[in-house]
């Protein structure tokens, strides 16, 4: 925020505190270590073009499914229910492609928004933790899909007509990056152009401190989890393109804790008051590139929830770094 | 009218004693409905205690966990790692696999205790990990592929029926003897005392001199336990293992957990609890089979059962703050 | 005089709950360009005329005159900015992670947003100029926490101040002249930083007023140009310090009032220095020190001893007594008790174990209130209320922690229908008895205490003095903080003056109550 208000005065604070943050981020060095390492043992491999096109359609899924969540990260809650809105919404998509034609793919923005405002409200009025909320309802709308694949007898819920958003316009650029561009552009927005990011940070940080300030903490925790809900679903259409015109029909739990990993790695503490969504891209990218190369070693796929977890575990000991003494329960 | 408002309280205040006793009673008349042979015939009583004995145990080990304000994801992946180290190791070092399954657990246990207790790591997320890295362990040892375990000395320890005609099998005294011990620990020692101090006033139990990072680890441990065992007898019920194991499993046990009355967030609610909650849940989803209801849609129902109920019994009085 | 004022108000009386007087027919005014002080003890109603002031209670009567006009009490505080009041809060009201011109603007970007878009230009040009003309030199990029507290406190009060000009038309200071209430804004402050925060709060009288809520004498004599004294929801003294100064211990004894607990002096004896000698020494601490909270910190305790550590708030008290129990770690220095030395690091079950007990009148804090007063009893006083089977198990036997529970209950005249009573269903008093209780019971070698008897009612009080004389008699030491002078001179025998985190001077109990005039 304060790069774009400092254009005018001297580019070289800009320079300054954005190596600055650079520096600060974990996530930065880890992406860097990794590219380096990674080129030393297969440059020919990690290189190569389809290779860096993998990483490219990696990160954007990883990205797709942390970017809205880390509003809710950033109040110190926790949202998981992206696969819910990815799986459910592409249900959806599919449920209505006859009736509503090439239009139905925006029911992915609105159905998030619908699940994000629901989780929002419902979190505040009843005090739930909002992990097991949306822990709980993405698991009600991941079998969902799959009844309503059982009950269609079909195998995946493709939508054929929208293949042409797989592919690539432009060479070398899936057409999944340039669909998921809005979302990165309009998160980056909402954190740092509208008071709705100043205002989720004031919560993580002190919510008493916020509410005294005259903020209605219970409004904007509701929009935060909206924000989240529509973000996903926007972005939803970016994967929706990924795999091909579909959405995944079984509930896979790699898939949940990727955005949860990119979120932590990003530099976002699971506690709140600072962080958002440009370093979780970061975390995103370091997420993506540590997989690619897991893949280059050549290790059985199946083997791969060790590495998650061990990930994971990393993960949230580097982001505990300044947490030590804090009791949580 | 003072009578009337007594009766009230004391409905208020046993709301969460009542609820699952009807829901209870209630199943089994529907389920009777449904099935005149629902616990009429001896086979149908012992695989109901067969669905229930192991889940049981988990259950108890998950409820220590919300007892104290946290939660653990990851029983049913060291349930599963347990099974699967049984599965493959048994043939090899005999029963010197059960100390070897359960120290594996607990080390897991440790590892979540100590990330929340010494790095104020919240256990939501450390235990999803953990339960990332059990699952994957067990994938690596047994390559994913089913193991049989007919060895008749190890089957043994489950379903050797007491007495031999017309008992029960020994899994049920397994799971009732440790729901016994989990209900004496809870309720009547000083360490139980700690766990509910903990999960009630997590401040004032560290004012109040508890060592509330060596609690919060072995309650952890504890629950890593009881997966363990749970996984132990399951392997030898079903005379095997497979990587299908505790995959489903996650949210019917929290549902069964906060079904039996125990709210999550922490200090009420209890251990002796969660057996109706077992029942409860372990009886839907055999009614529900019953019918022919797949498992997808069970699960939806779990899901929904999880909210409603966690959302009933949280205390709202004494949460100012709730992430 | 009261014409030239541009806030006032005239009989607030206030009750709450039908029962306790909080404020009774209280007046007082602001005039343009200056700082008035509110003092008194806990509970007299400085915090309940505030609350009134900026919209949070409704007063039961009274009349509000601003600018000489008669106007409706504010019913919320954006009524109140638009009076011209604003608060800043004692602590809580800081937001760590927010950047400076982000938490100056915070609740206020209404007026700076562009179709949903943040005009930063315009907020950040605001920020720098406001800051600028008000005297605070600090980095408007730099996050809050960086800050130095005072400096922190200083953009609160920039905050409040430009949000009354916000609410007024501008960023200006043309007009409007804010008042900002200052709830206890020195409690957290070192006293250089103390220092720093009224230099420039004398350079932003000269557009501002100031209502300064405290207890710290000293502060109040230097810097205010008025005090109003209460005491017990009324109004005992005004001074206008340019005509006439009362001395620091006259404004002391308005504050207190006349009333004492003499008998309770008669009643004990207190230790003398070479009496004292004599005793052993259970607990002695050496060259203890945290940066920034205290330094060099030495003093032995005896057995059955009281110290009572006095001196302003913040001025580190409470953080050596926090140290201590192991709740705060010190940076250096050694903790020896009965001999054996102390882990630094060490969490307070370890001290529990090494003798040493806690209690502070935070009772949200230390009780379970939704647990009976039985287990809120038996928590700390575990090994006398189980029984072993075996060696390695332990269980609780429930009829010996009943009977415990009702002994305490009636030693300590805890009035409750049983002891299966869940906590939160009494009165603060009796909460308050049940924490000694506990602890009588226990009868630790040394007991902490912090702000024992805060917010309970005058009963209540001596009851629990009297248990603690009692313990104390018994050969419990104890070490005492707290904010009322008269309970140092009833439970201390030594009386240990800290200022700034350093220790001072030792007074005997006899010597305190001299200086004390009590």
Known sequence: MKNESRKKSTALPILFSTARMLMRTPAFWLIIGLAVLFTALYSGSFLSSTNLENILKGFVVTSMLSVGPTFVVLMGSLDVSYIGIWMFGGALVWLLFPYLGMVSIFVYPIFGLAIGLVNGIVHVKTKIPSFILTIAITAVFAYLTTVIRNIYGVLTLAVPEYRFLAGSVIPYLPNTFLLALPVLALSIFFMNFTKLGTYLCAIGSNEEGAELAGINVKKYKVLGFSVSGFLTGLGSIALFSYLGARAPVTLDLNEMVRGLAAIVLGGTPLVGGVGGPHRTLFGALAYTLIFNGLFLTGIDPNQFKLYIGLTLWGAVLIASRRLKGVLIA | ?323 | MFNSSILEVRNVSKTFNGVVKALDGVSMAVKENEIVSVVGENGAGKSTLMKILVGIYPPDAGELYHKGAKVPFPRNPMEALKRGISIVYQEKGIIPHLKVYQFLFLGLEEKFTRLGRLQLERILGIAKTVLDELGVKCDITSYMYELPLSMQKMVEIVRAILSIRLEHGGAESDGVNPIIILDEPTAPLSREERDELFSHLLEMKKTSSFIFVSHIIPEVMEFSERIYVLRDGKLVAHHDLSREKPTEEELFKEIVGRESHRYLWAKYIYGKPEELKGRPIILSVKNLSKKGYYQDVSFDLHKGECIGLFGPAGSGKSEIARTIYGILAPDSGMIITNGKKVGLKDEPHRRLKMGIGYFSGETGKELFLYWPIRKNISLVNMEKVVKKPIKIAAIINFKAERSLAEKVMKEMRIRAPSVETECYSLSGGNKQKISVGKWLERSPNILVLLDPTIGIDVGSREEIYEALLEMKKGGISMILVSDDPKEYAILCDRIILVKDGKLKKIYTNDEFRKVMQL
């Open chain 2, 1 to 323: 009218m003072a009578r009337a408002r007594i009766r009230r309280e004391w409905l208020q205040k046993n709301l969460t004693t009542i609820t699952p006793i009807t829901a209870a009673i209630v199943l089994m008349i529907a389920l009777r409905a449904l099935n005149p042979f629902f616990l009429a015939t001896y086979e149908s009583v012992v695989t109901l205690i067969y669905g229930m004995s192991w889940f049981l145990i988990a259950a108890c080990g998950l409820t220590f966990v919300i007892l104290m304000g946290s939660f653990d994801f990851s029983i049913p992946s060291v349930l599963k790692l347990s099974a699967m180290l049984c599965g493959v190791f048994y043939p090899q070092v005999g029963f010197a696999v059960i100390p070897l399954a359960i120290m594996v657990s607990l080390l897991f246990g440790f590892i979540n205790g100590v990330l929340l207790a010494k790095f104020s790591i919240p256990s939501f997320m450390t235990t999803l990990a953990t339960s990332f890295v059990a699952e994957g362990l067990a994938q690596i040892i047994s390559g994913g592929y089913t193991r049989i375990l007919s060895d008749p000395s190890f089957t043994a320890i489950s379903i050797t029926f007491i007495p031999a005609k017309f008992g029960l099998p020994s899994i049920f005294y397994w799971a009732i003897a440790l729901w016994a011990v989990g209900i004496i620990v809870t309720l009547i020692t000083p360490f139980g005392r700690a766990v509910y101090g903990i999960g009630g006033n997590l401040t004032g139990a560290r004012l109040a001199g508890i060592n509330i990072t060596k609690v919060r680890i072995l309650v952890f441990m504890l629950s890593a336990f009881f997966a363990s065992i749970a996984g132990i007898l399951y392997a030898a019920q079903i005379q095997g293992a497979h990587m299908q194991i505790g995959v489903l499993d996650t949210i019917p046990l929290f549902a069964s957990v906060v079904v039996g009355g125990t709210a999550l967030s922490g200090g009420t609610g209890g251990i002796h609890r969660t057996l109706l909650g077992v029942i409860i849940i372990r009886w839907l989803d055999s009614g529900m089979s019953m019918i022919g209801v797949d498992y997808n849609v069970r699960m939806i129902v779990f899901g929904a059962i999880a909210i409603i109920m966690t959302i009933a019994t949280i205390d709202r009085r004494r949460i100012k703050i709730m992430k």
